[in-house]
């Protein structure tokens, strides 16, 4: 039987600034975007990770002799070091290690699998209005299984949100709506051949959707806010303009503060942070930037 | 206090605190801690004076010579008088702590909360009090069987502590009121009944006790008018003069103004340690409930101000916090702050069944909110599910202000607590309506029907985990090559999990019979009390003191830890030995033996297993049977004072300390660890966050376990970024209360606590931060991440 299976990176229960109440945050695998300033980098690759946790490793080298494909190595300096490229993500470095210094970024699950994990958390959803939030990652690039388990939330009565890039065919977003109750959608730069220099990816698909979905359900658009790439107030305001035409679907802006919490993942990843001279923006600029929005007419919060 | 949290203060608080309040909060700060004898000193040359006379008799003529003796001090700016130990930051040498005589000469050098201590005292000590009251510090007979069982001295107990006496009937009927209570009881007593012949000393002994306590206000208000003649600003002549007229009037007679009942029932609680000769767990009660009729009427009629009493409240709540139990050092190492636990309660039910709070719940939690750094009082909610949105917010407002306070307390397990143990301790049953008015807390957050029990006292404790370390060397300590528990057989030959059970089954019912044994040796010279138990409902009545079983509600409390600890291995024992068979239980006791060394892969294996606090029956049952056991047992064994014995699982911070002597468990803890706080998942170990623990915990029968289990959580202040983040927070505490959780008490992280974690990490590896994607203990993240967080943290975001 070939059931359906979702790759997940991780559940985050007690999340709370994702949606309304106290939600559980499903971190899905995969994302069709390479943002520069991405804080999970580990959610990006539609497949198993090894993320590398230098502060537990002791560098006793059991891992590289258990590796078949001699895909570790330890150098007499510095890290431990992974060629990602011949590693088969067999994960007997990962059951060797005495440390755990090594872990796999990835799950699969079935939708009853996942449902019965996010069930145990009920009992906050009922009390906070809470529910679940779908984020990654960017959860539509498994839109078959997340449709199905979003159908069952719904038959739970489950409150439903899902952080989206909105980088996707507008069929495959048009189904999941049908179970879902509010929408995040980024909006990372206005200015398309921007977009895809930081992001990798036009922007095209990402504002059509954006007038779509704005047309049948609640959205709030993100936009994170990263000092010299997207934080202009010629930027921001072409945001809140185009917002602005959303009617009354479009419930806020959040603007959130670009922050370096995902640089060390990058690191035990064995990639590069792109943006490691960038600071996170002064809180005074933040504040003018919510103002430059409500401006517009638009409602805007610092923060999710 | 950060800028972070001054910022969150003023948006939070309703009211700016007066500016004499944040004066004395200034100077409390600055006093150093000093070592006070005078109650000491007078109760031992009184105890010396009195050698031949009914124990009950000298006990109150020594309270009587305290009550007369002790100095009378008033302080600059303070609105209330009077100290527990003389002084503000006074504390009194407590002769329990036999240790402290060896200290005295580095007691006020020493490392860890060092407290002042004159050489006249000091000689007078060494002298007088400590030899006088050596014969107290040991159980004088040790049984043979008992001495077979292991027990080879039992420290005494001398008073009873944990208990709040009936304050309410202070106020309404004065000392003197009472006294008459006594004098009439003694007026009915039947002279040709040899019992009731038996109640004489103790009576006479009341009365006389109480006679001295109705004089207490007057050398005060002696005092006062003293100052005021000499005072030259008119303002404080003036508070002078009101201090005057207060104390003539309180505790000797009923309170007429709000401003009379604090003042009285300072009084009494002063007087209450006094007797005790110490400071542990003697609380306050539900102050906002007894308190209220007075503000009531005193506000109605004009006499007062709300700011007026937020100021008297705020003042009234510093001084709890100016007492500091004096520990010796191998303890003081633990606890820097020596809190004595003087809990107040707010809201719960009335007894009707309905909602008890009231405007005075809120400005208690206001107070809380004026006098940050002070540890005192210990406040908790009784959060019910009728308890107010409003109250429940402005308490997770406290809390994110990061005192660790409010505790919040299940009202609805606490009644289901009480009501049961009429059913089990023998006692009298307890009425729905008395476990509903008079169901709070004492001492840290121990479960208690006020005014008409008797207290108890901690005596040894019972170490699950090292019961557990029995189990996988067949009764053996590793840790002091000792031994220390039954020979339940060669783990090595156990063939199924349910005979590894059946081994710590067995060892936790030989050590609660021995915990038994030694509560019994240290209580044997429990010391009666006249003014407390006069205090104590029936005691009058019956003509016995508390610590004879005059209460009308007794028990006693066997003390217990590590119960998380213990579930953590059997779960594993029975995932990895049994289940998936990767290892053998020979493998496993090896890598014990060696604390795991040169056994990294079995530690990893054990490590891995399923940990309590992270919503997974796998392990949380095991500890609910655990703690099901240890409960059943504990209620078998009788206290001498009355009723059975109950569990307790509240360790303060003696949960590093006692980890010192346990070898490695097969829960993958290293020998030596701290061992998990009450309840709370083990150190590092609930990697899903403050829900799954809530789930987890309320998986036990935490109703049953009759004096409550600590849960400490810490959380992390990025909920706090919107006003949302209270709702959510009382959210939270709405499940707490579904879950039938029993107590709660959150620390929210500080900057200033990552930064010391930061510095000293082996101490905070408890500390979880969500970060981008995952939650990970702070310690083991980068130090620029580390800097980024504390960054967030500070900037409230």
Known sequence: ?304 | MSDVQSALRDRVSTMRPAARVEKLRQRYTKIKNKVVIDVARILTRTMKETEGEPLVVRRAKAFAAIVRGVPVNIYPDELYVGWLWSEPRGSEIFIKYTDLEKELDTISTRKYTPFLLDDADKRILKEEIFPYWKKYFYSPIIPPEAKKMGIRKAPITPVLFHYVVNYEKVLKRGISGIKREAEDRMARLDLTDPDDIKKVPFLEGVIVALEAAAEIGERFAAKARELAAMEREEKRKEELLKIAEICVRVPANPARTFYEAMQSVWFVHMMVGWEAGFHGGQSIGRADQYLYPFYERDIREGRLTEELAQELIDCWFMRFSQMFSLLPENEAVFMSNHTSAHHIDIGGLKADGNDATNALSYMFLEAMMHTPGMVEPTIGLLVHSKTPERILIKACQLTALGGGYPQFINNDVLVDNLLSRGATSGGKPVSLEDARTFGGCVGCHEPSLHTMESGWTVGQNQHLAALMECVMTNGWCRVHNTRRGLETGDPGQFKTFEEVREALRKQIIHRMKVGAIAANLGEELLQPTLFTSALTEDCIENGTPREEGGARYSLGAVSFDGAVDAGNSLAAVKKLVFEEKKITMEQLCTALDHNFKGYEDIRKLCLEAPKFGNDNDYVDEQVAWITHLTTEEAKKYLSRYGGTKYPIQVLLSSFVPLGMGVGALPSGRLAGEPLSDGVSPTVGSDTKGPTAVLKSVGRLNNAEVGLSQTLNMKLDPVIFTTDEGFKRLADLIRVFVDQKVDHLQINVVSSDTLIAAQKTPEHYKDLVVKVAGYNARFVDLHKDLQDSIIARTEHGL
């Open chain 1, 1 to 304: 039987m070939n059931e359906l299976k979702g790759l997940i990176y991780n559940l985050q229960p007690f999340a709370v600034h994702d949606g309304p109440g106290i939600r559980t945050l499903i971190y899905m695998k995969g994302c069709p975007l390479r943002c520069l300033w991405c804080s999970t980098p580990q959610t990006q690759k539609m497949g198993y990770e090894i993320i590398h946790i230098e502060s537990h490793c002791r560098k006793c080298g059991r891992c590289a002799e258990v590796c078949s494909n001699g895909a570790i190595m330890i150098p007499p300096e510095g890290n431990l070091m992974i060629d990602r490229k011949r590693c088969t993500y067999c994960a007997k470095c990962i059951e060797i290690c005495p440390h755990q210094a090594l872990e796999l970024a990835g799950k699969y699950m079935t939708v009853p699998e996942l449902f019965d994990e996010i069930e145990k958390d009920q009992p906050f959803f009922r009390r906070s209005n809470g529910g679940i939030t779908m984020g990654g990652g960017e959860a539509t690039m498994q839109h078959e299984f997340v449709a199905e388990f979003l159908k069952k939330c719904k038959q739970h009565y489950i409150h439903t949100a899902m952080e989206t890039c909105g980088h996707i065919a507008w069929e495959h977003l048009e189904k999941l709506l049908t179970y879902l109750d509010l929408i995040y959608l980024d909006i990372k730069h206005m200015d398309s051949p921007m977009h895809k220099t930081l992001t990798g990816v036009a922007n095209d698909f990402v504002l059509d959707n954006a007038r779509k979905v704005c047309s049948s359900h609640p959205v709030i658009f993100r936009i994170p806010v990263v000092p010299g790439i997207n934080d202009s107030y010629e930027n921001i305001s072409a945001t809140a303009k185009f917002a602005a035409a959303m009617g009354e679907n479009l419930l806020r802006i959040e603007l959130l503060p670009y922050h370096q919490f995902g640089a060390q993942t990058y690191f035990r990843l064995g990639r590069k942070y792109e943006l490691s001279g960038i600071e996170p923006p002064e809180d005074s600029h933040m504040r003018r930037l919510k103002i430059l929005v409500e401006s517009f007419g638009i409602k805007a919060q610092i923060g999710g």
